[in-house]
């Protein structure tokens, strides 16, 4: 394994411009060396960093500036504040294979791993990942892909992890940020909210997919799948006019939707091709429109107010509950299955006993019924005196 780096700004395919005078091969590590190197051919390697190397320098960036390339290494690793690979091809494919890692700058610009900047279709292979997913990290405006061109075009093949951040700076940090109009994502794979954030008071959204602009349409075949806290959905939306297909499960989660409006965000629609789980205390889907399949399951209830260990009605399989007591009705049935429908205790009477006390209040008591009822001038009496019987 070799460490490769560009000796100033220039085109991939020139071996004059690399170290040793060399393109860099498969097992090769490559730095940008605070330079720009254009794609112009087909990539091979086995790392693509734009951080600093043993001998190479931070700073700099990789750009596919022809059409119809294919990139391939096991992962893009961005410097903090700045980016990996620019893509600014405006026809044909281009295709990256690797997974994509999140910078965590703190600067106020945006900062990714991939900035699709040209109207190519491109599809990438592989995963968005944090760098760290644990202990403090101060970020702001970080993504693994931003999509900054009209109508840009992208097929994600792998998961999507929110971005993290533990400071407040009431900023996004996203796995894909959308930055522009009418474009078209496509992801195989789940899409889950950031691991951690700062918290709902600070402003901070920590998201698998950011939606900034509106008349977008995203495609998901996989889960969808809320973070951290209230700020950590699947899907955010800060724009209105969009439309997300989801063929797979959406679940809330720790308190975060999976996904969410912001401010900004209205007369986006959601349409399910899957089930539909609220968990940790918060609604799965706070959209403004839901369009369900026939199949769709929804593990949705309805509390009552006052106790919310009351159920008023429960739907979908799995959830604890039943019916509220008082509204139990005959060939009324609770729950998918029944199991959420109420049973009345049987009340048992002893029918030999009860004639036998009626017998006896009636014939043989010291004042019987029967007399009572013959003698005219005690029927008041005696109403009121039925009225307040009672048999042991």
């Known amino acids: 394994m070799a460490e490769k780096y560009p000796l100033a700004n220039g085109l991939w395919s020139n071996a004059a411009n690399w170290n ?7 097992g090769d590590v490559v730095h940008s060396n605070n330079f720009i190197v254009d794609i112009d051919e087909d990539v091979d390697v086995l790392e693509l960093r734009t951080d600093a190397g043993t001998t190479a320098v931070a700073g700099g960036y990789f750009d596919v500036v022809s059409d119809d390339l294919q990139v391939s290494c096991d992962f893009i690793w961005p410097i903090d504040d700045g980016f990996g690979i620019q893509v600014s091809s405006n026809s044909g494919t281009t295709t990256i294979i690797g997974d994509i890692y999140m ?45 900054n061109v009209s109508g840009g075009r992208l097929n994600l093949t792998g998961d999507v992890e929110g971005g993290r951040n533990t400071a407040n700076y009431n900023r996004q940090n996203s796995g894909i940020f959308i930055n522009t109009l009418s474009c078209i994502v496509n992801i195989t794979g789940d899409v889950e909210g950031g691991p951690i954030g700062y918290g709902v008071s600070s402003g901070n959204i920590n998201t698998g997919i950011y939606v900034d602009t509106t008349n977008n349409v995203i ?34 989660n720790n308190s975060s939707a999976a996904l969410l409006n912001g401010s900004f965000g209205q007369n986006n629609t959601v349409t399910m091709f899957g089930d539909i789980i609220n968990d940790g205390g918060q609604m799965a889907i706070l959209i403004d429109n839901l369009v369900l399949d026939n199949d769709t399951e929804m593990s949705w209830k309805l509390i009552d107010d006052t ?48 004639a036998s006390n009626l017998l006896d209040e009636i014939t043989t008591s010291s004042n019987p019924l029967a007399e009572r009822l013959r003698n005219v001038s005690t029927i008041q009496t005696t109403g009121a005196q039925i009225s307040s019987l009672k048999i042991s």
């Open 307 to 354: 106790n919310n260990d009351r159920y008023l009605y429960s739907v979908g399989s799995g959830v604890l509950g039943q019916a509220v007591e008082s509204d139990v009705r005959k060939d009324v049935v609770y729950g998918p299955s029944s199991e959420l429908t109420g049973e009345l205790e049987p009340v048992v009477v002893d029918t030999a006993q009860l």
């Open 103 to 147: 910078p965590k700058g703190t600067s106020a610009t945006q900062h990714c791993g991939i900035l699709l900047q040209g109207t190519c279709q491109l599809n990438v292979i592989g995963s968005i990942l944090n760098k760290d997913n644990s202990g403090s990290q101060a970020a702001r405006d970080n993504s693994g892909i931003i999509i």
């Open 219 to 252: 495609n998901v075949i996989g889960n969808v799948i809320g973070g951290f806290n209230f700020q950590t959905p699947g899907i955010y939306f800060e724009a209105s006019d969009n439309s997300v297909n989801i063929t797979g499960v959406v679940q809330s």
């Open 20 to 26: 040793g005078g060399t393109k860099p091969t498969s």
